[in-house]
């Protein structure tokens, strides 16, 4: 079956530090990974869109410089919080999908907090 | 930027009834719809996608779609205890490879 991994599960960093977070999909290809942060008032977010052969779409709030993220296979992902503060606490949650599918398979998040 | 809105917020129901959860898009490109479920400490998980205007019946789960008025609505009828969860609203313009937009969520707990 299809499985997302993610890790680490939570981490904890000092303010103003950068921390690295990883997608892995299993089972199948991943042409699309997108990046979610799930805040602690449980607003869910859309950080990035990465798609295979296409340039990385962020969303208004987030750019390239502050959550940089790399998807050089069909089933590997990862993304930096760069120069983390309070406001970057939240679950952060990567959205995989099977070339030619509807269907997002989330993995289980990397719970991020910030001292 | 597109917006979607949930409501209510939350919702309690009792065993065995039903429970309905709306949600609505302010993009009018908007196309499909998807619902999730996120139980406490897990991950969302896909319950149903629709783009198509009427009605999709999958087991205790019903999802309506108006595409006019942009609207769509998860029905659980015989609602269960383990049906508590936040319940997530996502939409996007068109299908696969696209942005999901996500509401905030209704959290439903189901009471024996």
């Known amino acids: 079956g299809a499985l997302v991994y993610q890790y680490p599960r939570r981490t904890i960093c000092k303010s103003g530090t950068s921390m690295r977070m990883e997608c892995q999909a299993v089972?199948?290809?991943?042409?699309?990974v997108a990046w979610y942060r799930q805040s602690p008032q449980k607003t869910f977010e859309l950080i990035a869109l990465?798609?295979?052969?296409?340039?990385?779409?962020?969303e208004q709030n987030f750019t390239q410089e502050k959550f940089p993220i790399s998807h050089p296979n069909l089933s590997f992902s990862s993304m930096t919080v760069l120069n983390a503060y309070l406001e970057d606490r939240g679950l952060y949650l990567c959205?995989?999908?099977?070339?030619?599918?509807?269907?997002?398979?989330f993995g289980p998040g990397t719970r991020l907090l910030v001292l | 930027q597109q917006k979607v809105q949930q409501s209510p917020e939350s919702l309690i129901v009792p065993e065995g009834g039903m429970a309905s959860l709306n949600c609505t898009s302010s993009?009018?490109?908007?196309?499909y719809f998807w619902w999730y479920r996120q139980h406490s400490g897990k991950s969302p998980k896909m319950l149903m996608?629709?783009?198509?205007?009427g009605e999709k019946e999958e087991g205790r789960f019903t999802v309506h779609l108006n595409k006019a008025s942009l609207h769509t609505s998860l029905h659980i009828r015989d609602s269960q205890p383990s049906d508590s969860a936040l319940y997530l609203c996502?939409?996007?313009?068109?299908?696969?490879?696209?942005?999901?937009?996500f509401g905030t969520g209704t959290k439903l707990q189901v009471v024996p």
């Open positions: 959205g995989a999908r099977p070339g030619g599918q509807d269907t997002q398979y």
């Open positions: 993009d009018r490109n908007v196309d």
């Open positions: 996608s629709i783009f198509s205007n």
């Open positions: 990465s798609t295979v052969n296409s340039a990385i779409k962020y």
């Open positions: 996502a939409a996007s313009i068109g299908g696969s490879g696209t942005y999901q937009r």
């Open positions: 089972g199948f290809q991943a042409t699309s």
